[in-house]
């Protein structure tokens, strides 16, 4: 007997589940689905209180653009947090929707959310950004160092939220991030995002050059963000401390490689000799020119092509004076649009600060050519190119065929 009076209440209480279950779920699909059907008043009546009903009607008053109303979405919140105390998702959105009319309501709930979520990331950002917006950095601190280690994403959007006084001096936010490879460069790149390089090289220098590995993961990523954002001086500066010295003699020449005697994109794609890999032209390695070391490169041509072949990307001093000179030969050469070595600033622009005579036509011997060009003002960054510029003749193909030679490659530094 006692044992079917166990199974009876078993079942009694498994019936009395459900149906709450099914109203409250029945409540769930009336406030998903049928949001505008019924006032949200009568909704709540489908059922007796519940914190899952208060909860979504207070969700649904505090972000429903039709009908938002804070006030009421703190009402009905206050009973969810009533009814289920423990949960801290209710909390959370008490904060939010007393954020309006209740500002002093707000820490007291968002810390209540916190002790009971401590390791959640939302509990923690939460409480970070409202110390930040109060310009509370000290009460801010653990809460932020704890949504960095969780979510190193949220650097920008934290750093952004601290006062001025911070953001004016990296060095006072470097301590709020934990010393971890995937915060440190979240780090690292707002950094270069806003404009502070020198700040950014610092953070490099400290925590990543030290570490062999650590260059090898992230010195390619951080030399292209500082590429990208036009920092090439800098970027520079990291790509010769963690790339292969191949710095062509003598040692003056500001070109990488410029004697070939390493192979081209030896350097990977940021600086260095780059290719751009074109059917019609096929660059390889030679014998050198005369009274030159190392090699030659040498492209042919096979049908139509235009635009840069083999580029690298330098810094240079604004308004300075530098002289380039090279050695070229060519053999069978036919093309209305000769190739020409340019240099270009960097952004690229539609006008060369230098241009070399053309490349000769037909067949001709080894001929050095050389350059004097001055840098313009603000530009500190400058591709040299080896390609074709130029308009083809009207009604003509634009064809370009042979094989032509270049060796000897200098950029130097006038004083």
């Known amino acids: 007997m006692w044992r079917w009076g166990i199974a009876s209440g078993l079942l009694a209480f498994a ?21 505008r059907i019924a006032p949200l008043e009568k909704v709540s009546g489908l059922a ?4 899952l009903v208060m909860g979504e009607l207070g969700h649904r008053y505090l972000y429903d653009l039709e009908s938002s109303n804070p006030s009421q979405a703190f009402t009905y919140l206050t009973q969810a947090t009533q009814l289920a105390p423990c949960d801290f998702r209710w909390w959370r959105l008490r904060a939010k929707a007393a954020s309006f009319d209740h500002p002093d309501e707000v820490e007291k709930n968002l810390l209540n959310a916190h002790r009971l979520a401590p390791s959640f990331f939302q509990t923690n ?11 509370k950095v000290v009460q801010a601190t653990p809460f932020l160092k704890q949504s960095f280690a969780q979510n190193p994403s949220i650097v920008p959007l934290a750093f952004s939220l601290l006062p ?11 301590p709020l991030v934990p010393q971890r490879d995937d915060t440190q460069w979240a780090f690292v790149t707002y950094l270069v995002e806003n404009g502070k390089p020198q700040s950014a090289l610092a953070v490099w220098h400290s925590f990543f050059s030290p570490y062999p590995a650590k260059v090898e993961i992230f010195s390619g990523p951080f030399i292209k963000k500082l590429i990208e954002t036009h920092f090439v001086s800098e970027a520079w500066e990291i790509w010769k401390q963690s790339a292969p010295q191949t710095q062509a003699s003598p040692t003056n020449n500001l070109l990488d490689n410029g004697d070939f005697a390493q192979p081209l994109g030896n350097n990977g794609p940021n600086f260095g000799w780059q290719v751009t890999e074109i059917k019609t032209v096929t660059a390889a390695l030679d014998a050198p020119p005369p009274k030159c070391s190392g090699k030659s490169l040498v492209l042919e041509f096979d049908g139509e092509s235009r635009g840069s072949y083999v580029w690298q990307l330098l810094p240079v001093k604004p308004l300075g004076r530098y002289r380039f000179s090279f050695w070229s030969r060519t053999e069978q050469m036919a093309t209305g649009v000769p190739v020409r070595c340019v240099a270009q600033t960097y952004p690229l622009s539609d006008q060369n600060v230098m241009e070399s005579s053309p490349s000769a036509s037909g067949t001709a011997p080894w001929t050095r050519t050389e350059t004097v060009f001055q840098v313009p003002d603000r530009i500190s960054a400058l591709t040299i190119s080896i390609g074709r510029y130029g308009t083809c003749p009207p009604d003509q193909p634009c064809s370009i065929f042979g094989r032509l030679w270049f060796g000897g490659f200098e950029l130097q530094e006038l004083q």
Request: glycine share 8%.
């Open 15 to 35: 019936i009395w589940f459900g149906l709450r279950s099914i109203q409250a779920g029945q409540v769930g699909l009336v406030l998903r689905y049928q949001p």
């Open 48 to 51: 007796s209180p519940n914190p």
């Open 125 to 135: 950002w939460d409480l970070a950004a409202y110390y930040l917006q109060q310009d």
């Open 164 to 174: 001025e006084s911070f953001q004016a001096d990296p060095g006072l936010i470097q």
